[in-house]
C-alpha cells in the first residue's frame, strides 16, 4: 500500500506502532549501553532516564498520540548528501566516516 493510498487513520495506526517500536528500542539501549544509546538516539540523560523506567503500560499510552516521538536528526544538506553518496566503494567508506563524524560533533554540541 503506497501512501498516496493510506487513510488518515492507517496513518495514525502507523505512527502509534512506530512510537512504540521507538519506546521500546530506547529503552533497550538504554538499559544495555546508556552512553551509547544518548549518542545513537540524540536524547537528554533526563529523557534517557524517564524512558528507562517507563512500563509497558505507560509506553503504550505515550506511544498512542498523534504525534511521532522520534523525528530525523539529520537537517543538514552535507551529511544528507554524504550519506547518499553512490560512488565508489572507497568513497562510500570515506563518506559515511565523515557523515558519523559530522553528527557526531553536533551531538557533542547539543550535549
Not at 505512527?15 to 528500542?25: A, F, H, K, P, V
Not at 544518548?38 to 503500560?57: D, H, K, Q, Y
Amino acid at each position: 500500500m503506497t501512501t498516496a493510498t493510506m487513510t488518515a487513520e492507517q496513518i495514525l495506526m502507523e505512527i502509534r506502532e512506530t512510537n512504540l517500536s521507538y519506546l521500546m528500542l530506547a529503552q533497550s539501549l538504554i538499559r544495555q549501553d546508556r552512553e551509547q544509546a544518548l549518542f545513537r538516539l540524540g536524547i537528554s540523560e533526563e529523557t534517557a532516564a524517564l524512558i528507562a523506567v517507563m512500563t509497558p503500560a505507560q509506553m503504550m499510552k505515550v506511544a498512542s498520540g498523534n504525534q511521532l516521538l522520534c523525528r530525523m536528526r539529520i537537517d543538514d544538506d552535507m551529511v544528507w548528501g554524504l550519506l547518499t553518496n553512490h560512488g565508489k566503494a572507497a568513497n562510500e567508506s570515506v563518506s559515511r566516516l565523515h557523515a558519523n563524524i559530522l553528527m557526531a560533533g553536533r551531538h557533542a554540541e547539543a550535549a
